[in-house]
């Protein structure tokens, strides 16, 4: 008991509490203050680059909230000071196409024609599991209802879809489906587990012609819901 109490108040200044609420409110609001200057509306709509500057409010707004040797001023200074570096830096990423890719990154295409992209297999960002969960969270069962699939550099997923009339078979997206089946099973049409290949038949270790793997799922042609 005398340990919890010793964690908790051990060395504590009563009379400076009251400071620490005077001050964590004054911070709260410069830092919304802040964000609302940064012209962003929503955490879905940061870039890496912006939670960097996220970060950076943070740090210089969190010292000052309990530090009695820290006015609040020296926060405020940095606060305004990184606001106008963002500022700076979004107008020459606006002017350089460069300095935006850098900054932001690139759009990466992660579906095309109804099967995986393959250009970004090896990117440190590719996760064939994260884009299962971001195209069902797009109610897409499977990829044959998918002609472009692109992620955005916020993280977002916008799906270019075919026409009900032009779907064709794709790799299941669902548990219930994706998972691995034999040649000899009784399934109309196959799709590689990897990258969404379709097949109508294949033989005993049948390997995907796009991307050498070797486990198969079976196709589905389901409309859209």
């Known amino acids: ?7 908790l108040f051990g060395g504590a200044q009563w009379d400076f509490l009251l400071e620490i609420v ?6 709260f ?13 929503g955490v879905r709509q940061l870039t ?5 500057i996220i970060l950076s409010l943070g740090s210089a707004a969190g010292d000052p909230m309990f530090q009695e040797e820290l006015p609040v001023i020296y926060a405020l200074v ?4 990184v606001i106008v570096i963002y500022k700076f830096v979004t107008w020459l990423s606006s002017k350089s196409t460069l300095i935006n890719k850098v900054l932001e990154g690139e759009a990466m295409v992660v579906v095309r ?3 995986f992209d393959l250009k970004h297999e090896h990117d440190g960002d590719f996760s064939k599991m994260e884009f299962f969960s971001e195209l069902r969270n797009q109610s897409v069962e499977h990829l044959g209802q998918v002609r472009v699939a692109v992620l955005e550099v916020d993280g977002t ?3 270019l879809f075919y026409a009900d009339s032009d779907v064709k078979y794709g790799l299941p997206l669902f548990p219930d489906h994706y998972m691995q089946v034999l040649p000899h099973e009784n399934v109309d049409t196959f799709a590689c587990m990897y990258c969404g290949q379709i097949e109508p038949t294949i033989i005993e270790n049948q ?9 198969w799922s079976l196709a589905l042609k389901t409309k859209r819901v």
């Open 1 to 7: 008991m005398l340990e919890i109490k010793k964690i």
């Open 22 to 27: 005077g001050r964590s409110i004054i911070m």
């Open 29 to 41: 609001v410069m830092i919304l203050v802040i964000l609302r200057l940064s012209g962003k509306k």
């Open 48 to 52: 890496l680059f912006e939670v960097a």
């Open 78 to 81: 940095v606060l305004f000071s």
């Open 113 to 115: 024609d109804g099967m």
């Open 157 to 159: 997923m916008s799906i």
């Open 207 to 215: 390997t995907c012609k796009r991307c050498k793997r070797k486990e």
